[in-house]
């Protein structure tokens, strides 16, 4: 295991859980069909706290390159391995969504709204507003973004000296209610991609796949779910550094 396949692995769990949550309510005759938004945004969470368990011990579990982006604007990552980090994301990310149709292959078959099958794999609007679509991505990303920065190790005093107690697998819990407050709270208006990985990789998926009756990729689209999160990213770290 390197940090390049952990942050492959990690994003591939993300995205096959999250986008797979989405096929599962969204498509027709699966078993969990209209089970709702909230099924969504806790499954989402628990992606989350997934791919974190498989990839934090070795690369940190970014899973996202707007998070990659914002550790390294607050000089918490080195710049030098950006780019690295960035392509195993868009690696995992695409795998993941190929498996999710795999999977749901019969009921991509079984839906005729092309906005539905799109949404399995990327997000789109709920309202049509380009500036307003792109601010509530760079809000979501922000919150995402900052309040990881203020993450901490658990630590115990003892006898004047601190020690680090070890959560193991529960270490991933905090991002995963943090992503699942974003989802619940601000993922109204654009769906929360807050993760250009996770947008972008699946939606150049939607394009390859022989999808039947797909529609269109929404390319028009696709610049607010990236452009969007590296912003809130680096806003958010500018903050911290403000703070710090």
């Avoid at 995992?92 to 794999?121: M, Q, R």
């Amino acid at each position: 295991m390197t940090p390049f396949i952990a942050e492959l692995l990690g994003t591939f769990f993300l995205i096959l859980l999250g986008s797979g949550v989405v096929a599962n309510v969204s498509l027709n005759k699966t078993i969990g069909h209209n089970s709702g938004w909230i099924v969504i945004t806790f499954a989402w969470g628990f992606a989350v706290f997934t791919g974190v368990v498989v990839a934090g011990p070795v690369s940190g579990a970014h899973l996202n390159p707007a998070v990659s982006v914002g550790l390294a604007f607050a000089g918490l990552f080195p710049w030098e391995n950006l780019a690295s980090y960035c392509l195993a994301q868009m690696i995992g990310a695409s795998l993941g969504a190929l498996i999710v149709w795999l999977v749901y292959k019969d009921h991509f078959d079984a839906t005729e709204d092309k906005n539905t099958k799109l949404g399995v794999f990327s997000t789109s609007p709920a309202i049509r507003n380009l500036p307003r679509n792109f601010f509530s991505e760079l809000v979501g990303t922000f919150a995402l973004v900052f309040v990881i920065l203020y993450f901490s190790a658990p630590t115990l005093q003892l006898n004047d000296a601190n020690t680090t107690i070890g959560l193991g697998s529960l270490g991933a819990l905090p991002v995963a209610i943090l992503v699942v407050v974003i989802g619940m709270s601000l993922g109204g208006t654009t769906g929360y991609a807050i993760n250009p990985a996770r947008d972008l990789a699946p939606r150049i998926m939607h394009a390859m796949l022989p999808i039947s009756n797909k529609g269109t990729s929404q390319w028009d689209y696709a610049w607010v779910p990236v452009l969007g999160p590296i912003a809130g990213a680096c806003l958010a770290s500018s903050l911290y550094l403000a703070l710090s």
